[in-house]
């Protein structure tokens, strides 16, 4: 029987996460589901999850990302991948100039999607005045 529920990341990856991740007015960096995670015009381009990073990119990077030893696309619970996410190889972990290059694609590639428009609450009403 396996154990469900999301492990918090080591105090090292989080340090690394925060170090690794530009600090421009630009980027939000705010946690989701309890992990830290960074944003571009709401749209997520990296986190960690569990004892992982992962990174959001572009197909033709994924391509190139799948390649690398033990790189894998992110399936946060068995079955259910998130097509545009990939995991950080241990390797690049410890390769900081080679991670702040994926992780410049990856923010590349979040940069030319759409913002992401904040859901309005659903208990919100509209009043028109007369």
Same mark, same amino acid.
Not at 2 to 22: A, C, G, H, M, R
Not at 86 to 111: A, C, F
Not at 115 to 122: E, F
């Given at each position: 029987m396996t154990?469900?529920?999301?492990?918090?990341?080591?105090?090292?990856?989080?340090?690394?996460?925060?170090?690794?991740?530009p600090k421009?007015?630009?980027?939000e960096r705010?946690?989701?589901?309890?992990?830290?995670?960074?944003?571009? #015009?709401?749209? *997520?381009?990296?986190?960690?999850?569990?004892?992982?990073?992962?990174?959001?990119? /572009?197909?033709?990077?994924? +391509? =190139?990302?799948?390649?690398?030893?033990?790189?894998?696309?992110?399936?946060?619970?068995?079955?259910?991948?998130?097509?545009?996410?990939?995991?950080?190889?241990?390797?690049?972990? #410890?390769?900081? *100039?080679?991670?702040?290059?994926?992780?410049?694609?990856?923010?590349?590639?979040? /940069?030319?999607?759409?913002? +992401? =428009?904040?859901?309005?609450?659903?208990?919100?009403?509209?009043?028109?005045?007369?």
């Amino acid at each position: 029987m396996t154990d469900s529920k999301w492990q918090k990341p080591s105090e090292k990856l989080v340090k690394l996460f925060e170090n690794i991740v530009p600090k421009t007015a630009d980027i939000e960096r705010r946690k989701m589901f309890g992990l830290p995670c960074a944003f571009k #015009n709401g749209n *997520m381009f990296t986190g960690l999850h569990n004892e992982n990073m992962i990174l959001r990119l /572009s197909e033709s990077d994924r +391509k =190139v990302f799948l390649k690398l030893d033990q790189a894998r696309q992110f399936e946060p619970m068995p079955g259910r991948p998130m097509k545009e996410y990939v995991v950080v190889p241990p390797s690049l972990l #410890n390769n900081i *100039m080679q991670l702040e290059d994926w992780i410049k694609k990856s923010l590349t590639y979040v /940069s030319g999607l759409p913002p +992401k =428009v904040k859901k309005r609450d659903s208990h919100a009403r509209i009043t028109k005045h007369e």
